[in-house]
Every structure is written in C-alpha cells, then in structure tokens.
C-alpha cells in the first residue's frame, strides 16, 4: 500500500503551488502551544524566498496540530498543508512530511526541518538556503539553542544534549540531528525508502542514521552557524533522571548504527566488543570531565552512553517516542 493513501490531509491554504522550490518541513505531536510558537517564526521569515510548510500531525485521535495549522493556513499566514499520520512514531512521522513535500510540491530541491518546540530566527532559511547555494552542499545544518524554562539549568549549555555539534560555519563529515537542517531532493532520490530507518521509529536516532548513510553515499555536508534556531527547554529536560535516560538512548542509537554497518557475524561481534570495551574507558573520560566541567551531570554522560550500547546488545533500550512514554 502506498503510505500516502493513509494520510489525510486536515487542512490547505489551497492547491500546492508546483512552482515553489524550498519546504519547511515539521513533525507535530501534541504541543500545540510550542507549535504556534514555531509557525510564527516562520510567517516572520526575512527572506525574498518564495517557501511552503508542510506539516504532519502524528496523533490521529487528539489531533491538537490541526487547529493550529488551520490558524495559520486558512488565513493565508502562510502557504503549506498539514497532514494526518495514522502510524505514530518518530521515523513514521519524519518520513510523512518528506514524502508529502517530494509529492505535492514537486518543483522543490531544498527541503528543511524544523521541530515543533523551536523557533527560527528571522534570517534562518535565508541563511540555510544560502549556504546550500554557495557550497554546493547536499546536507546543511544548523545549531540548536537551548532556551531554558528554569533559568538556573543556564549551566547545562554545556552538556552534550544541547552543545551544538560545531561552532563554526564551513564544510563538516557529517551532522547528526534534523532540528534544523536542509536536505536536497537529490539526497531522497539516492537513498532508499523509506528515508528514516523505521527501526528507529521509537527509539530515536533515525536522523544520526539518515546521515551517516548519506555520508557512505558521498554526500557533501556543511555547517550554517549563523542559521540559528532555538530550542524550549521544559524543566523536566533538564532534570538529572532525564539526561541520564538521554545518554543511555545516545548508546543505544550508536550501538544500532555500528551493528547495522556491520555485514557479517565477526564484524557484528567486533563491535560488540568494542562497545563493551567502551564502558571502562568512560569512567577515565568521566574523571576528566570532573574537573572541567560545572556540572556532575555533565561528567557522566561518556558512562551512561557506554552503558545503553551495553544494554542495547543485550536488548534493554529506551523507547521514549512510544505514544505511551512521550516526553514532553
């Protein structure tokens, strides 16, 4: 069955236009207050750029996406269409908003991102779009900052969580996460579908694997630093309970990628034992971190992301995009 035949589409600003060229893509679950928040941020876009938004909610039975895609939609705010995704989960959901902006806007090459608890600056597809211009770029991403509900969390900056991957703009080997990236329609046409590994689907950690499967296949990657979103930081992210869950889905998600690389059985065994081998290692990592870093829990993520690629080669992993298990 073709998936798009499942998904419903709850609200247009009207007829894709076929002309339009860049697509700001969001995956939606049950924040329809942060998402009012990103779409904004969008209809304030500083940009000649003619765009669209496609949006795809993953809850069909509360659907709290859809008004809030009807407000900015119907009203001509912005032009896009939100989506119904029946099958929840993360991958699921990523995978609908791909799909359906390769399909309905099919004149379109540059392909962005964007969580629904950010928001963009005003210069951030201008710059995210300019960057994949000048470099010739398949893959452009962009730094997520934090924006901390409980100001006195400022210290967690730091921590692997929320640090950015790089600092500087320029070309990169690879990015890991798609809160804020841009992706050419060559990259989808290359790669198998579905694009985001639905094993993945509840774990997280389909985009790292999305990306380091466009590094094997040549992809070129660069790095927007001044292509800035930033991120709202509930207080239950930055609880100690939470990161350390964080670090152990982190392991789990490299143990999946190494061991999905691997072809054989001796190759699978050797990065088993590599991972293993992890564990004592990140208790001397750790020490170091002691003594640089202002926060203890900064320190123990080496130990709790050798620890969940520990327990995911013996299957015991978190599962926070379960419906179930969300984290806000």
Known sequence: MNPSNIRERAAASGPPDPSIGIVVCIPSFRRPQHLRLTLESLARQRTDRRFAVVLVENDAVKRESVPVAIEFFCDGRIPGLCV????QGNCEAINAAFETALAA???ATRLLMIDDDEIASEHWLERMVDAAEATGADLVGGPVQPDFDDKMARGLRRHPAFRPAYDASGPVPVIYGCGNCLITRRVF????????DLKFNFLGGGDTDFFVRCRQAGMKFHWAADALITETVPHVRTHPGWLVVRGLRIGAINYHIEVKAARSYPARARVVAKLLAMLPLSLVRAGRLVLTEPRPIIALHPVTVALGSALAAIGVEPQ?????????
């Not at 119904?84 to 099958?87: C, F, I, K, S, T």
Request: glycine share 0%; charged share 25%.
């Open 84 to 87: 119904v995704e029946p099958r």
């Open 189 to 196: 046409e290359t790669l198998a579908d579905p694009a985001f």
């Open 105 to 107: 806007f099919p004149a």
């Open 320 to 328: 926070p995009y379960k419906a179930s298990k969300i984290l806000p």
